[in-house]
């Protein structure tokens, strides 16, 4: 089976834009997503595109603040407040990566908690690991949400997630921990990781180099998820599994482009609902 990501993150935005026609009635005022972005980089500015786009479709209202490569971390600190300050900005995202004289984690860290629809605030990242969140970062969500769409049962399966980022890696070890699975979390000093791999029922692959994972790492039946967005020299995008070889041995995988990535699209305009029904309270 391939997993269409695509078709579930639409099922997800119609569902989300119901709610903001809703909400929006009731409270006389749509939800606003400001969007903050650092220099040209032509891949953020690719996925900020896709974002805005994503909110137009859901009714959210927003601003993208765009500022040159050269922007100094007090003035983008200054940005950020401001936005924290602004009572009509319910959620508030800085594109990563920041150039390399911004300290990112300082950026994050100034984002008000309550607006911080990446879920990446030391705040936000607490609460996930203490089972009471209510913003969790994107991808994992995301993920969650596509391996419901298959209907495998988790509990008791063993999940081994492939990198163990902050944004990806380490909440999707949680959320699959939170739905009983057992969870090996591996990177690059896991000793033998095709036999790592090959014990996995659920694989889910966030690296960052193209076709890490072959067929022979995995087991027959496996639900694969590829995380990985990697541009080869012909400037097509693959994932971090070699697609092709491995389908046929999966019992379910995600393609790429189409599969994990339109899903992070959409659990950001949950988060930023999320963020302004919160705000409500
Ligand atoms: P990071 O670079 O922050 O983390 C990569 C992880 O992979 C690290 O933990 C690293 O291990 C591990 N790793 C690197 N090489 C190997 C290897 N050979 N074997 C095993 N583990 C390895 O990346 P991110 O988590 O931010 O992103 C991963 C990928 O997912 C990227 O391609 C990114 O573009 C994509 N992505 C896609 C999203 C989407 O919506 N589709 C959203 C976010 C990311 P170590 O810690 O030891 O260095």
């Not at 990566?97 to 911004?102: E, K, W």
């Given at each position: 089976m391939i997993i269409d990501g695509i078709k579930i993150a639409q099922h997800y935005k119609e569902e989300l834009r119901k709610q903001v026609d809703l909400l929006s009635v009731q409270h006389k005022r749509k939800p606003r997503l400001d969007v903050i972005i650092v220099g040209e980089n032509p891949a953020s500015m690719a996925y900020v595109k896709s974002k805005i786009k994503a909110a137009d479709y859901c009714g959210i209202d927003g601003e993208l603040i765009r500022l040159p490569s050269s922007v100094s971390q007090k003035e983008l600190l200054r940005v950020v407040q401001s936005c924290n300050a602004d009572a009509e900005v319910d959620g508030i995202l800085v594109q990563l990566?920041?150039?390399?004289?911004?300290d990112e984690q300082s950026v994050i860290t100034a984002i008000a908690h309550e607006k911080d629809v990446d879920g990446f605030h030391p705040y936000n990242v607490a609460n996930l690991w203490l089972n009471c969140a209510s913003i969790v970062p994107c991808t994992p969500l995301g993920i969650m949400a596509l391996l419901e769409s298959t209907g495998i049962a988790l509990a008791g399966r063993h999940a081994v997630v492939v990198g163990r980022s902050n944004i990806v890696g380490k909440p999707m070890a949680k959320l699959l921990l939170d739905q009983h699975c057992t969870v090996t979390l591996a990177h690059s000093?896991?000793?033998n990781l095709a036999e790592v791999c090959r014990q996995a029922d659920i694989l889910i692959v966030a690296v960052g180099r193209a076709h890490t994972i072959t067929a022979s790492m995995v087991k027959p039946g496996a639900t694969v998820i590829d995380v990985g967005i990697n541009r080869t020299a012909q400037g097509t995008l693959v994932g971090d599994v070699d697609f092709k070889s491995v389908l046929p041995v999966a019992g379910a995988i995600t393609p790429v482009p189409g599969g994990v990535g339109p899903m992070t699209i959409a659990m950001l305009m949950r988060n930023t609902i999320e963020c302004y029904k919160n705000r409500l309270k």
């Open positions: 990566p920041l150039p390399s004289h911004i000093r896991t000793a």
